[in-house]
């Protein structure tokens, strides 16, 4: 059995530097990018649980809701076109992570994130307009872009322009701007569902646009990272002065040689996706899809998103549902907080470990029967594997049951745990350029690397992340 052992991980330590005023500025314009989906995701879950606006785009389930008193609450919600106006987001999310990856390498960071911004921004307007659901679910598909710019690139962002040891706080402050952005949605949910006529509504989908304006607004003053400044090739000596006025220091060159061999490493690749199957990268292959795959099935974003749904589903009325929804919100929020003390003293394995036992024991407690939906209205839905979990939540959790869902996402956090505690490594402290090390102190990932005698060059950054 291979268990992850603890690295004494004093590499990166010797970087000189501070977290400067242009730093900390900067990471919190770019951290408010998480905003864009933490209000998305929190306002998308009331909103369709407001009559006004399930009766004006989703007749059919609001007549359910009101006239179909043997069939169960979260069976209502199985509806095709409802399903489409929630699904459009992911698919067009899916598909601009893609050119936000050739944009984000080609062209920096930056502007990445003012595509974002402005995809955002043109879709949370369109769908506070919205008058047929053409234009809602074209909304929903602009900000799928924003967000699929937006996530792909702040993260770069933070860990690129922060300090290696105190590089996981500052990502935590794209995850706290996420629960910050879901706080203020239910907030808005919860002040404009008793708001009368389509005004509720429209009024939620519109002041999406807010969060999407401060990023975008204040994107155009970012400076760009010297990580891309030296990717794309630009001048290396005004990479090597950023680099200083953001470390807030002169004595800086051990860090940029760093990031200069790291970035002609790249460049030495010719075919990127093909060169990820080598067997020396395949712990990073591993990495690169496991966390992001354990994220979803353990279910966390689903019951974000149809919070108002499932508080409705036990018998709470609207207003209690997001009142519920607000007060789940604020939790996780505060959650964050306090992990974002902790994350670069305790390390990130423990944040893992805390998290996975505590989602574990909570999401078992929920496991009980349900009465599931006709097997009929079912049949129709027995067709095709969709590109994210929460396409079909509504679906699966009507043939088996809401409480059994929540013992299948407990038995994905079981493993997630398991996998972190034996397969993941301690980053800590490390500075991306040198995240390499880890791989090679592992006990079960070092074996990947004894057939190289020769130390190959660090990839870069963006080929460390992305």
């Not at 879709?123 to 919205?130: E, Q, W």
């Not at 049951?401 to 996402?409: P, R």
């Not at 079981?414 to 592992?442: C, G, Q, S």
Request: aromatic share 12%.
């Amino acid at each position: 059995m291979a268990v992850a052992v603890a690295i004494n991980s004093s590499e990166g330590l010797h970087y000189n530097g501070k977290v400067t005023w242009l730093v900390a500025l900067s990471c919190i314009i770019a951290a408010s990018g998480g905003l864009l989906f933490g209000y998305d995701t929190g306002v998308t879950g009331g909103v369709t649980s407001m009559e006004s606006f399930l009766k004006k785009f989703f007749p059919g389930v609001y007549i359910q809701m009101k006239e179909d008193t043997n069939l169960s609450n979260y069976c209502k919600f199985d509806s095709q076109l409802l399903t489409s106006f929630t699904s459009s987001l992911y698919i067009s999310c899916l598909i601009a992570s893609f050119f936000a990856a050739s944009v984000t390498r080609d062209y920096g960071r930056k502007p990445s994130i003012i595509i974002g911004g402005v995809a955002f921004l043109f879709g949370a307007v369109l769908g506070g307009i919205a008058e047929n659901i053409y234009m809602l679910i074209i909304g929903r598909l602009l900000l799928g872009v924003g967000i699929g710019f937006t996530n792909q690139s702040v993260p770069l962002y933070l860990s690129e322009m922060a300090p290696p040891k105190s590089r996981g706080a500052f990502n935590c402050g794209f995850q706290l701007c996420i629960g910050i952005g879901g706080v203020v949605a239910s907030l808005t949910n919860y002040g404009t569902e008793k708001i009368k006529g389509d005004w509720g509504w429209r009024i939620s989908l519109l002041m999406a646009a807010l969060p999407a304006l401060v990023l975008l607004v204040g994107a155009l003053f970012l400076p760009e990272t010297p990580n891309s400044l030296i990717q794309q090739g630009r001048d290396n000596e005004k990479a090597k002065r950023l680099l200083e006025k953001i470390r807030g220091t002169d004595d800086v060159q051990e860090e940029f040689d760093d990031l200069v061999k790291a970035s002609k490493a790249s460049k030495a690749i010719k075919h990127p996706f093909k060169n990820i199957l080598r067997r020396k990268y395949r712990p990073q292959l591993v990495m690169s899809i496991a966390i992001p795959f354990f994220q979803q099935v353990t279910g966390i974003n689903v019951i974000s998103f149809y919070a108002p749904i499932l508080f409705m589903t036990i018998g709470s009325g609207v207003s209690a549902s997001l009142m519920s929804t607000l007060i789940l919100g604020i939790v996780a929020t505060s959650m964050t907080i306090v992990s974002s003390f902790v994350v670069d003293k305790l390390g990130r394995r423990a944040i893992f470990h805390a998290g996975g036992i505590t989602m574990f024991v909570t999401q078992v407690l929920m496991e009980g029967r349900e009465p599931r939906c006709d097997e009929r209205r079912l049949q129709h839905l027995g067709c095709g594997l969709d590109l994210h979990i929460q396409l079909r939540f509504c679906i699966f959790m009507g043939s088996v049951g809401m409480y059994a869902s929540f013992f299948f996402f407990g038995v994905w956090v079981a493993l997630m745990t398991v996998f972190v505690y034996l397969l993941l490594p301690e980053t800590k402290n490390i500075p991306i350029e040198k995240m390499d090390t880890v791989w090679r102190k592992h006990n079960f990932w070092k074996r990947f690397y004894k057939e190289n005698k020769i130390q190959e060059p660090l990839l870069s950054s963006y080929e460390q992340i992305a």
